[in-house]
């Protein structure tokens, strides 16, 4: 068998991460793991859901750098029943970057800059 389990961002900020994902997708700690050195701190999300497939938070001790993101061609995308009331939300928290009206979507930005997009239930 093989099946996804988490995605990775790397944070600069882990708390504010923690904040904006809790406040724009309802995402909660599932498990965390530090650095016996105090060099990393990983935070793994899980979806109110309880889906299988986790988001991973990592924050490099000292790291104040942003990361390099190339031209931002990739993303993370989430599966929402709840897309109306979903786009006020974010549209009033001011966090949408992009929006594609024409395939009925439409992205966040976080606070590192990577692209979430919020993806409607189609029947």
Not at 1 to 17: G, I, P, Q, R, Y
Request: glycine share 6%; with cysteine.
């Amino acid at each position: 068998m093989t099946a996804f389990n988490h995605f990775n961002f790397n944070v600069l900020d882990l708390e504010k991460s923690l904040a904006f994902y809790r406040e724009t997708l309802g995402l909660t700690p599932a498990k965390e793991e530090n650095a016996e050195d105090g060099s990393f701190r990983i935070v793994f999300l899980k979806d109110k859901e309880n889906s299988p497939f986790l988001l991973e938070l990592t924050c490099m001790t000292g790291r104040t750098e942003p990361y390099d993101l190339g031209e931002q061609e990739f993303h993370l995308a989430f599966l929402t029943d709840e897309y109306d009331a979903l786009h006020a939300k974010h549209e009033a928290m001011g966090c949408i970057c992009y929006e594609n009206p024409a395939m009925g979507i439409y992205f966040l930005e976080d606070p590192d800059g990577y692209w979430i997009e919020i993806v409607p239930v189609r029947e």
